[in-house]
């Protein structure tokens, strides 16, 4: 069950990837071709440990960081749950020592057991929903994939690749395949998936998560209804033309004839609802867009008008006043759009999930952007020769759910919903998607970095009444800023832990809109 049962070599054309920092970077899988867009993917080689086990690990690595091999974020437990994500890092005393089984096609963990029963090294297509796939380490009766290990040797003069002298000069990487069942396949595609860390666009700890305030138990939450479930709103305040009070006004995604969640793609339609607060409870006012309209953000454009940008029927409204008229305005092509504009300019930009490609549903954000809300809308392209598309999009980790908005420093800033983060132990109560990415950049149109070690918001509130929820799901986020674009409200679409999502009359509950007030940023 050691290496020396290894029997086929295939030469890695592969090339060096990027570098990165000190902090530790997840491990993923990629396509192994090396065509565009996957030009540079990362060499791998084998380090003899013991116990005729190996260790893998990096063979490019920043200056003066020395090596960099695979490890956990943490300590193994004996309670693995889901599993542990794997990582890479420079702490030799948490490299995970390995042992090839051919015949099953696993590489197990050396002397690591979990419940009595060994683990391996696995891969997670559910979770990646469709866009690199985390590597986990779990137990081996639970893996689907069967892996492969492929190598060459890197000197001319080694004959044997099985001694341990040439072992250290071995070139790998690994594939993930599934015979026999093509759904089943890594990517449900016919090619390889090579082993390989870090996103195009990966940061470590960026220094950004949010710390929320206790939230208000339900039923006085943003918006929650025995008549609707609802899927997240975004809200601005403006005086109220009478009195001048200031009223809180949230566009938010309900589902008619007491729809839920799971209906979505029929039943969403645009509701607007005001409150004394931000922080609720809004009560419904009308509704401005029937079915079907879903995903709904509202913005103030620097000129005054009022902006509306969602997916379905009607793309883009504006009006003078948060209460309407509403008049449909031409846009492009952009699914879940975050629009933002920098302040005293006129140039509109608008982030979209999968770019302008919604054939990669799952994958990340790209650009569109215009001289003023009222277009032409371009398509923004970059350099970068690792993201999917070509370059349409801003970073390569799979998000969805923008929200974007900038500071006066210059500074672009994102909040999304995060399909999985690579740092994040799979064993938080919870879904393991339920969780907030953050990445920045110094201008709309890069370059982007995210923060791959660390989430902007997990999926645990705690009420002021002293419970406490695991959310089963938490997307859509949606910021409320104050005027100088620091972030004082956060407005999520939510399921608790075990809901279905068939709509209000449910007896385990429905999925309802969030808002917590945000106390730090740190």
């Excluded at 200031?246 to 995604?253: R, Y």
């Excluded at 409150?275 to 609720?280: E, K, N, T």
Aim: glycine share 8%; charged share 15%.
């Amino acid at each position: 069950m050691f290496l020396v049962a290894l029997t086929v070599f295939q030469l890695s054309l592969l090339q060096p990837g990027p570098q990165y920092s000190a902090d530790p970077v997840n491990v993923q899988l990629y396509p192994c071709n090396s065509n565009n867009p996957w030009k540079s993917r990362q060499l791998w080689e084998l380090v003899s440990a013991s116990n005729g086990s190996f260790h893998l690990r990096l063979q490019s690595s920043p200056q003066n960081m020395g090596y960099i091999q695979m490890q956990l974020p943490v300590p193994m437990s004996s309670n693995a749950g889901d599993g542990y994500n794997v990582i890479v890092g420079n702490k030799f005393s948490q490299a995970l020592p390995f042992s090839y089984d051919a015949s099953a096609g696993t590489l197990e963990v050396v002397n690591m057991k979990v419940d009595g029963e060994q683990v391996c090294l696995a891969s997670d297509w559910s979770g990646s929903h469709g866009c690199l796939p985390n590597v986990y380490v779990v137990k081996c009766s639970s893996i689907h994939e069967k892996w492969q290990l492929n190598m060459t040797s890197l000197k001319h003069n080694c004959v044997d690749n099985f001694t341990e002298t040439c072992l250290a000069n071995t070139t790998a990487f690994i594939s993930s395949t599934t015979s026999n069942d093509l759904s089943k396949n890594v990517l449900n595609a016919p090619s390889s998936q090579c082993l390989d860390v870090g996103s195009g666009g990966s940061a470590g700890n960026l220094g950004f998560k949010f710390t929320l305030a206790q939230a208000a138990p339900l039923p006085q939450q943003a918006f929650f209804s025995s008549n609707y479930s609802s899927w997240g709103g975004s809200v601005v305040v403006a005086p109220n033309s009478s009195t001048g009070e200031n009223v809180s006004h949230m566009f938010l995604a309900v589902f008619a004839d007491h729809a839920g969640l799971s209906q979505w793609t029929s039943k969403s339609e645009i509701m607007h609802a005001t409150a004394d607060s931000p922080a609720g409870p809004f009560r419904a006012k009308e509704i401005v867009v029937s079915p079907f309209a879903h995903n709904p953000e509202v913005i103030r454009a620097n000129d005054g008008t009022y902006l509306i940008f969602s997916i379905g029927k009607e793309t883009l409204l504006a009006s003078k006043s948060p209460n309407g008229p509403w008049e449909s305005q031409s846009f492009t092509s952009c699914n879940n759009p975050a629009p933002f504009q920098l302040p005293n300019r006129d140039e509109f930009y608008c982030m979209c999930h999968n770019g302008p490609n919604p054939s990669h549903w799952g994958s990340s954000v790209g650009l569109v952007w215009a001289p003023t809300w009222k277009g032409p809308w371009t398509a923004m392209r970059n350099n970068t020769d690792d993201l999917l598309d070509g370059g349409t999009l801003l970073f390569a980790h799979p998000v969805e759910d923008p929200f974007v908005w900038s500071t006066p420093d210059g500074r672009v800033h994102m909040v999304s919903h995060a399909f999985r983060m690579g740092m994040v132990n799979r064993t938080v109560a919870g879904s393991g998607n339920a969780f907030g990415g953050y990445a920045t950049a110094p201008s709309p149109f890069g370059p982007w970095k995210f923060q791959e070690t660390q989430v902007a918001y997990d999926n645990v509130v705690h009420f002021n009444n002293g419970s406490t929820a695991y959310l089963d799901r938490r997307e859509r986020p949606k910021l409320l800023l104050d005027d100088d674009g620091v972030p004082q409200y956060l407005y999520n679409g939510v399921c608790p832990n075990g809901t279905h999502e068939s709509g209000p009359s449910d007896p385990g509950g429905h999925c309802y809109t969030l808002v917590q007030k945000i106390d730090s940023i740190n």
